[in-house]
């Protein structure tokens, strides 16, 4: 069973451009999370999705972020022109359905190895 | 609005050493605690995982507690080995998943 990957794990912009970083979610797996770590600071959570559904988005930036988990396909976490405090790294995890629900004892998200977007 | 913070920020031990990390959090209505680890450049290892209702995980050399009263949750590592180096984070997670880290300790075991 392969890991939650991520791709590019490197990207590259210049300031104005687009970045785009995909999130494939472990089998099984129907819950994505999105957390942002910047540079001398701790990891910040971003955005819950479920397939087709964003659940929490209370830590997204107001404007050129956003996020989706199509039913088909890896989830999405856009950037519309970036801008230099954008250089982070991005992690996605993923957890299987109904795992809050039933109190499981074990690790409850799985992470990716994470973007490194640099924005020039 | 919870807010987790750990103590210390940095930590430098020789090989062999027993050593405690500290995290403490301001809201006791937490679903579970988590510690994880961080290499360098990596991503996120889930060390253990604290239920509400647990006081404390054991896996191998390493052990977790819970206080819940108290907003405070020890990683206990035994018999220290440079392998060990890397960031240990600890999260609080509410009923959705949603984690709240902590700024993470950066331990240094020294050969």
């Known amino acids: 069973n392969a890991g939650v990957m991520q791709n590019p794990r490197h990207l590259v912009r210049r300031r104005g451009q687009e970045a785009r970083l995909r999130c494939s979610p472990m089998?099984?797996?129907?819950?994505v999370y999105w957390y942002r770590q910047l540079p001398e600071e701790g990891l910040k959570f971003m955005v819950y999705?479920?397939?087709?559904?964003?659940?929490?988005e209370s830590g997204m930036p107001k404007e050129r972020f956003s996020a989706e988990f199509p039913k088909e396909g890896p989830s999405i976490l856009r950037i519309q022109q970036v801008v230099r405090g954008d250089s982070a790294a991005y992690f996605c995890?993923?957890?299987?359905?109904?795992?809050?629900?039933?109190?499981?004892?074990?690790?409850?998200?799985?992470f990716g190895p994470g973007t490194r977007l640099l924005v020039l | 609005k919870q807010e987790v913070t750990q103590i210390p920020a940095a930590l430098s031990v020789p090989e062999g050493e027993n050593l405690v990390l500290n995290c403490s959090f301001t809201?006791?209505?937490?679903?579970?605690l988590q510690w994880f680890r961080q290499d360098p450049g990596k991503g996120l290892t889930s060390l253990l995982l604290?239920?509400?209702?647990?006081r404390e995980q054991t896996s191998g050399r390493l052990n977790a507690s819970l206080d819940k009263s108290s907003g405070r949750s020890t990683l206990y590592i035994a018999a220290s080995q440079p392998g060990d180096s890397a960031t240990y984070l600890c999260?609080?997670?509410?009923?959705?998943?949603?984690?709240?880290f902590g700024q993470g300790t950066t331990l240094q075991v020294k050969p």
């Open positions: 809201d006791s209505a937490i679903y579970n």
């Open positions: 995890a993923s957890s299987p359905p109904g795992v809050y629900t039933l109190r499981s004892t074990g690790a409850t998200q799985y």
């Open positions: 089998k099984g797996h129907s819950h």
């Open positions: 999705l479920q397939k087709e559904n964003i659940i929490d």
């Open positions: 999260a609080s997670s509410s009923n959705t998943g949603k984690l709240i």
């Open positions: 604290i239920q509400s209702s647990q």
